[in-house]
């Protein structure tokens, strides 16, 4: 069983077309999260939510949405996608409590804009 | 605000031979240390951690001691394999409001046999 899953793992799409990516924890997490990594293998946090509840927001375009319909599931929806949006995107997962905030990875979902 | 600075790769070594990748921190407060591994076509996997000053972490052969006084976690293993071969990230976590992990650049290690 996978414990944090994404998808699409593969997304290829055009320049203005609009995408989501999904994900999902078994692990009965609290905190979900999308860091996304640049072709430099460079990792950056995007959104944190906590109980459904946006709790981390870093300077991301609004063209990037997060949606958290319940503490399991938390979803990506890209609009107006454009060349430098390319990169792997991760899904994450922890749950709150202890010093050692150990976080759980998805596989990424690697998006390409022609 | 928060950083971790890692050496920059890649890191070629032979089989067996003794790896350290080095990795420093600016942090407020009293962060816990992380070192998460990425094998190609994956996601990351926490390979070790430590939360407290001179704490030791340790997991299949690696080490890396949290230093205070030098702000350093650096990664160590004493004999390397072809199988490590990956790219291994630095990371903190910060006050207890910001649960997300900051992360250093990477170091792609590359063993060959």
């Known amino acids: 069983d996978t414990a944090v899953s994404q998808t699409p793992k593969y997304l290829v799409t055009q320049m203005g077309n609009d995408k989501s990516i999904k994900c999902e924890q078994n692990l009965g997490h609290d905190t979900m999260y999308w860091y996304k990594q640049d072709s430099k293998k460079f990792l950056k946090i995007m959104f944190s939510y906590n109980n459904k509840e946006l709790i981390i927001n870093e300077t991301v375009p609004n063209r990037f949405s997060p949606k958290s319909p319940d503490k399991a599931h938390l979803n990506l929806h890209i609009n107006s996608l454009e060349l430098g949006d390319s990169a792997v995107y991760f899904c994450?997962?922890?749950?709150?409590?202890?010093?050692?905030?150990?976080?759980?990875f998805g596989e990424g979902s690697r998006l390409t804009v022609l | 605000g928060n950083s971790v600075t890692q050496m920059e790769g890649p890191v070629t070594l032979s089989e067996e031979a003794f790896l350290t990748i080095n990795c420093t921190y600016t942090?407020?407060?009293?962060?816990?240390l992380f070192w998460y591994v990425q094998y190609p076509g994956e996601g990351l996997q926490l390979l070790l951690k430590?939360?407290?000053?001179?704490d030791k972490g340790s997991n299949k052969g690696f080490e890396a001691t949290y230093r205070k006084e030098t702000t350093s976690f650096h990664l160590e293993k004493g004999s390397v394999q072809v199988s490590d071969s990956a790219v291994y990230f630095c990371?903190?976590?910060?006050?207890?409001?910001?649960?997300?992990?900051?992360f250093g650049s990477g170091t792609r290690l590359q063993v060959q046999p």
């Open positions: 942090a407020t407060g009293y962060p816990s």
């Open positions: 430590a939360t407290k000053a001179d």
């Open positions: 990371a903190l976590s910060g006050s207890a409001g910001r649960r997300a992990l900051t």
């Open positions: 994450a997962s922890s749950q709150v409590g202890g010093r050692a905030v150990e976080l759980f």
